[in-house]
């Protein structure tokens, strides 16, 4: 058996219609096993034990596990994903020390709420001979095609504590949050 984390509906939040666009936490899980079938398992059963609850937006880290799992219970909901998980995800294949300004154009490019100003960005990161390769391609092909996940071009309407809340939850109850 494996270590135990904190899982929280791996951070689920929830934008119910009969809450009026209120976000709130859903459920929490502990578990032992991070697999699809099991995370799965427990949103089926908040599901079910809560048909009101019909989330239109559910805020989650960028665990693929968590993600497919919420795909699968809940077709119809738009799956957003923490900003702070995206960057910890994005930084992580680059160092930011040596790389300080491709860092702040990442930064930049997740938090722009500006179409124009977020395709600028990307062009400017994707063709910057000093940017390494690896991670321009790491970026085309594993977020670049997600932006509707995690950019604020999308979603610049949503409530600021959204984001707050996940990242406070995110980063003070996750023992181990699994990254992209």
Not at 43 to 58: E, L, N
Not at 153 to 165: A, F, G, Q
Request: hydrophobic share 45%; proline share 6%.
């Amino acid at each position: 058996m494996g270590p135990w984390f904190v899982n929280l509906i791996s951070g689920v939040l929830a934008e119910s219609a009969d809450l009026s666009g209120l976000g709130v936490p859903v459920a929490w899980m502990l578990t032992s096993s991070g697999t699809t079938d099991t995370i799965a398992f427990f949103v089926c059963w908040v599901r079910d034990a809560s048909p009101a609850v019909r989330p239109a937006v559910i805020m989650s880290d960028c665990d693929q596990a968590q993600l497919q799992a919420l795909k699968e219970v809940y077709p119809l909901s738009q799956i957003w994903l923490c900003i702070w998980h995206v960057l910890r995800a994005m930084r992580s294949h680059f160092s930011i020390t040596v790389f300080q300004s491709l860092w702040e154009k990442v930064k930049a490019l997740v938090k722009t709420e500006d179409l124009a100003e977020f395709y600028t960005i990307w062009d400017e990161i994707s063709t910057d001979p000093s940017v390494p390769p690896s991670f321009v391609q790491y970026m085309a092909s594993s977020w670049i095609p997600a932006s509707h996940m995690w950019s604020k071009v999308v979603r610049k309407d949503c409530p600021i504590y959204l984001e707050v809340i996940q990242t406070c939850l995110s980063k003070r109850m996750c023992i181990s949050c699994p990254m992209h």
